[in-house]
């Protein structure tokens, strides 16, 4: 499907791949028919050309936004092929990017466990209320909810560093999920849990790669106890 139109004196193109599905149609004399209809709901992968921005700023990576559902990795490269395009700003990775620096900043404020559960917990709270009024991150407003020294800020210590964190770009939900909890899966294993519970009731042992679980989950208790014949 190719759409062109205009929205806030904007020039858009949308250019997506739909499925066509099967449905039965019934008239106002009940008469049953077969009718096809597009899949909008659950289309595979869309492109959006913001066709103004493409137009008036050529150097800008921000004119083409790509979402794609559940397709392989192969369609959507095909389909980037297709567009001649590539990726230019890459959300997620943004995010991921900006996780791992408002670590590193922790870390280099020598904050403690309180101290550095407090600023991730600002941090996503910030992204959270940007997401939910349909704004972008900008990290000088990030990074007033950060702590401060005299000799360090975080705009300061991202700029110094080779994070490449553009000035603005697009909340990711799931790798800011990061701030919040650790989570991996692998080999049948899937674990999940809040980060404030490492050292506390989860503790990490690095030599023997091992986890330690104080107080286990009641319904996952219920199923070691009825497996191991405890019950």
Same mark, same amino acid.
């Given at each position: 499907?190719?759409?062109?139109?205009?929205?806030?004196?904007? &020039?858009? %193109?949308i250019?997506?791949?739909?499925n066509?599905?099967?449905?039965?149609?019934?008239?106002?004399d !009940?008469?049953?028919?077969?009718?096809? @209809? =597009?899949?909008?709901d659950?289309?595979?992968i869309?492109?959006?050309?913001?066709?103004?921005e493409? &137009?008036?700023?050529?150097?800008?990576?921000?004119?083409?936004?790509?979402? /794609?559902?559940?397709?392989?990795?192969?369609?959507?490269?095909? +389909?980037?092929? @297709?567009l001649?395009?590539? &990726?230019? =700003?890459?959300? /997620?990775?943004?995010?991921?990017?900006?996780?791992k620096?408002?670590?590193d900043?922790?870390?280099?404020?020598? +904050?403690?466990?309180?101290?550095k559960?407090?600023? *991730?917990?600002?941090?996503?709270?910030?992204?959270?209320?940007? !997401?939910?009024a349909?704004?972008e991150?900008?990290?000088?407003?990030?990074?007033?909810?950060?702590?401060?020294?005299?000799?360090?800020?975080?705009i300061?210590?991202? /700029?110094n560093?080779?994070?490449?964190?553009?000035?603005? +770009?697009p909340?990711? *939900?799931?790798? =800011? *999920?990061?701030?919040?909890? +650790?989570?991996?899966?692998?080999?049948?294993?899937?674990?999940?849990?809040?980060?404030?519970?490492?050292?506390?009731?989860?503790?990490?042992?690095?030599?023997?790669?091992?986890?330690?679980?104080?107080?286990?989950?009641?319904? %996952?208790?219920?199923? !070691?106890? *009825?497996?191991?014949? %405890?019950?």
């Amino acid at each position: 499907m190719f759409c062109q139109y205009r929205y806030l004196a904007v &020039e858009y %193109l949308i250019i997506a791949v739909l499925n066509s599905c099967l449905s039965m149609l019934v008239n106002e004399d !009940l008469d049953i028919s077969e009718t096809q @209809y =597009l899949d909008i709901d659950h289309a595979d992968i869309i492109a959006r050309i913001d066709m103004t921005e493409w &137009e008036t700023q050529a150097d800008s990576k921000r004119y083409l936004t790509f979402l /794609k559902g559940r397709v392989g990795r192969k369609v959507s490269d095909f +389909f980037m092929d @297709y567009l001649g395009a590539n &990726e230019g =700003l890459d959300a /997620k990775a943004q995010n991921k990017t900006l996780v791992k620096a408002v670590d590193d900043y922790c870390q280099e404020m020598q +904050f403690d466990k309180q101290d550095k559960t407090n600023a *991730r917990e600002s941090v996503y709270n910030y992204c959270q209320a940007q !997401l939910q009024a349909g704004e972008e991150i900008e990290l000088k407003n990030l990074a007033n909810e950060l702590p401060i020294s005299d000799d360090n800020n975080f705009i300061e210590f991202v /700029k110094n560093s080779e994070y490449d964190l553009e000035d603005t +770009f697009p909340v990711d *939900r799931s790798a =800011l *999920r990061q701030l919040k909890k +650790f989570s991996g899966s692998g080999g049948g294993l899937t674990l999940s849990f809040d980060s404030n519970l490492l050292g506390e009731r989860i503790k990490w042992d690095p030599q023997t790669d091992s986890l330690v679980i104080k107080g286990v989950p009641p319904n %996952l208790r219920d199923q !070691l106890q *009825r497996n191991s014949g %405890l019950n």
